[in-house]
């Protein structure tokens, strides 16, 4: 293969983390452990810094790190933990007094989001979804030079696994972006070499807005498809719910063992369903993050009526991640012209947790590469990167051989063969990335994991 492109890289996240203290199953087996690595951590830092990581997975260590134990670990600095997923972590309680809560009791709830707590209401550290931006106010924007230097320490692991384009989906304000200055951080980068591969760029929902003449999106007009084969503008990425594993995904039913959790949609159904009517009707593509069934219907009907109200050829709107679907859903996505962008890696990496949150019988509408394809859907390939491992190959070798970490199968129906894997999904992932011009990764023969 001369080159893979990955339609779903958050390369700036993967730079950031990369200087973070590690806290994936490869580094990390137990919370005892993960403790220990904090404690460790916090031992070589000034007292008032901040103790920062990455990667853990509760499904794994049997249980979410909790704010009191991780006082004691971290000798009462500020401590802040993310999920593997990204899609919630875990703070200390001076990470709490940072954010302004010098009272832990003090802590609300957020719309969108939710504040775990303790048998006495107490907040036990856990923030997911858009209540992580309670710890994200405090702790974004990176500056402007240390996420050039993340860039450049992520692009150069990224090339040396053969990636030579990639989409970033999310730059900006919002839960994947950094901040104001993302998109210049990315041109810097280009100028001085330190981007190695060719960059699509999605701005976060957040950075859209009124800019006169009826129109929705950036300021000066910009939009899809600016820019060129280096470095380019493309579709809009949309949070409509959370994650599979931490079980705030958006579902049409109850997770398995946990009556009455259905997950939750970061916005309700109406507010996502304006954005995208606005969106479209001023010729954004849209990429939206939908891993329930329940959050995919509801972007499916918001997508057949804005093209419904202003019919737009060849639109390529997205579903990102595309986890859970029924055989009516995957029927809809192909007559809707939509590109589910679902990940492989996922599978051995995170498929022993998303098993136990669906059940046996549920689990067979969950990453379902080969239907796509069978319904004559582009199938773009892609990591999600940092959630699991960014190596094209070991995303491959999942979608061909459906076994999770703990040797379990995952979906077999789904298996794709070594063919279908290495050819397809990068001309979909070509396909995928803009509505305009030449994209990122049409050269390559294969998107990367």
């Not at 737009?312 to 192909?334: K, L």
């Not at 136990?356 to 990167?385: K, N, T, W």
Request: proline share 6%.
């Amino acid at each position: 293969m001369p080159g893979f492109n990955d339609a779903h890289h958050h390369l700036s996240m993967r730079g950031q983390r990369l200087r973070e203290l590690d806290l994936r199953e490869s580094q990390v087996g137990s919370l005892d452990e993960l403790y220990a690595k904090v404690a460790e951590r916090a031992a070589g830092l000034p007292p008032d810094a901040w103790v920062r990581g990455a990667g853990y997975d509760q499904n794994k260590l049997g249980a979410h790190p909790t704010r009191e134990a991780l006082d004691r670990a971290g000798g009462g600095r500020p401590v802040w933990l993310q999920h593997v997923s990204g899609h919630m972590g875990v703070a200390s309680t001076e990470a709490f007094a940072r954010m302004g809560f010098s009272r832990v009791e003090d802590v609300p709830e957020v719309p969108g989001g939710t504040v775990g707590r303790d048998a006495a209401g107490l907040p036990d550290g856990l923030l997911t979804e858009q209540a992580q931006e309670l710890a994200n106010r405090v702790l974004r924007p990176v500056t402007h030079e240390d996420y050039i230097r993340g860039l450049a320490l992520a692009s150069r692991v990224a090339a040396a696994e053969g990636l030579t384009s990639f989409t970033e989906p999310g730059v900006g304000h919002g839960l994947a972006g950094n901040g104001s200055w993302d998109v210049a951080a990315f041109q810097e980068a280009v100028r001085q070499g330190l981007l190695l591969q060719r960059a699509t760029l999605m701005p976060g929902s957040p950075n859209l807005h009124d800019v006169g003449n009826g129109q929705f999106g950036l300021d000066l007009g910009i939009g899809t498809g600016l820019g060129d084969e280096r470095l380019r503008i493309g579709p809009v990425k949309l949070f409509s719910d959370g994650s599979l594993i931490g079980r705030t995904a958006a579902m049409c039913c109850d997770y398995q063992g946990e009556p009455g959790n259905r997950g939750l949609l970061q916005e309700d159904a109406e507010a996502l369903r304006t954005f995208i009517l606005r969106a479209h009707a001023s010729d954004w593509q849209i990429a939206t993050h939908a891993i329930g069934d329940h959050a995919v219907e509801v972007i499916l009907d918001a997508y057949e009526e804005a093209q419904a109200r202003r019919p737009r050829p060849d639109a390529r709107h997205r579903i990102e991640h595309c986890a859970v679907t029924s055989d009516a859903q995957v029927a809809r996505i192909a007559r809707l012209g939509v590109i589910p962008v679902p990940q492989g890696r996922l599978i051995s990496e995170l498929g022993d947790g998303m098993l136990a949150a669906l059940g046996p019988e549920r689990a067979r509408g969950c990453y379902r590469q080969r239907s796509f394809l069978d319904a004559g859907i582009p199938l773009p390939g892609s990591s999600d990167c940092p959630v699991t491992d960014g190596a094209p190959l070991l995303g491959i070798h999942d979608l061909v051989n459906q076994r999770t970490a703990g040797g379990v199968p995952f979906n077999p129906a789904e298996a794709l063969t070594v063919a279908q894997d290495s050819v397809i999904p990068n001309r979909a992932g070509a396909y995928a990335g803009s509505t305009h011009g030449r994209v990122s990764g049409a050269g390559e023969r294969w998107t990367g994991r």
